[in-house]
T-cell receptor, first 114, second 116 residues
Framework: AQSVTQLGSHVSVSEGALVLLRCNYSSSVPPYLFWYVQYPNQGLQLLLKYTTGATLVKGINGFEAEFKKSETSFHLTKPSAHMSDAAEYFCAVTQGAAGNKLTFGGGTRVLVKP | DSGVTQTPKHLITATGQRVTLRCSPRSGDLSVYWYQQSLDQGLQFLIQYYNGEERAKGNILERFSAQQFPDLHSELNLSSLELGDSALYFC???????????????FGNGTRLTVT
């Protein structure tokens, strides 16, 4: 079984401030982890993914995430928020390369204040 | 643009009715996935098809069914609709069997279903 917990359904940050979105997972086998972003009235878009190898993963739009096995976490960060980062962010997990069920967290909506 | 096309964008219907949602995957993708997004349930995996065959089932109700055609487009059929079926239905596609790391999902913009 696998599950994902995103802490905080809403996050408000000031433009230029650090963005930190928390994600914890549970998985019975080594996980593959993803962050997706959903802009208003659009589908989900892949931000970044962790499969194997380097635990610090860089994605699009200046985002990065670090896989910490000991903490079962995959938190998403961006050093400096931009107004265009306002969106909903979803963490997701699947069980390895052959996993065929992607489990999403509940999502975190990010509001960026000028 | 993800390359995944969903129609219609919006659908308003009454309880008890039946609707069909359509999805055209990205060119070359063999896998199609259906997800339901609602305020109370979040993003729920419904079902996956790979090259015309059902490969995985999630939290799909018996009133719902799907199929994938030889040209790889897929349809999600929702019948005996209830108010609680109101949601955003997403289709996604990938070029592999699994939803694993080497083949991430590409999502369409969704069909918003409102049941009145």
């Amino acid at each position: 079984a696998q599950s994902v917990t995103q802490l905080g359904s809403h996050v408000s940050v000031s433009e230029g401030a650090l963005v930190l979105l928390r994600c914890n997972y549970s998985s019975s086998v080594p996980p593959y982890l993803f962050w997706y972003v959903q802009y208003p009235n659009q589908g989900l878009q892949l931000l970044l993914k962790y499969t194997t190898g380097a635990t610090l993963v860089k994605g699009i739009n200046g985002f990065e995430a670090e896989f910490k096995k000991s903490e079962t976490s995959f938190h998403l960060t961006k050093p400096s928020a931009h107004m265009s980062d306002a969106a909903e962010y979803f963490c997701a997990v699947t069980q390895g390369a052959a996993g065929n069920k992607l489990t999403f967290g509940g999502g975190t909506r990010v509001l960026v204040k000028p | 643009d993800s390359g995944v096309t969903q129609t219609p964008k919006h659908l308003i219907t009454a309880t008890g009715q039946r609707v069909t949602l359509r999805c055209s995957p990205r060119s070359g993708d063999l896998s199609v996935y259906w997800y339901q997004q609602s305020l109370d349930q979040g993003l729920q995996f419904l079902i996956q098809y790979y090259n015309g065959e059902e490969r995985a089932k999630g939290n799909i109700l018996e009133r719902f069914s799907a199929q994938q055609f030889p040209d790889l487009h897929s349809e999600l059929n929702l019948s005996s609709l209830e108010l609680g079926d109101s949601a955003l239905y997403f289709c996604a596609s990938s070029d592999s069997l699994g939803q694993g790391g080497n083949s991430p999902l590409h999502f369409g913009n969704g069909t918003r279903l409102t049941v009145t």
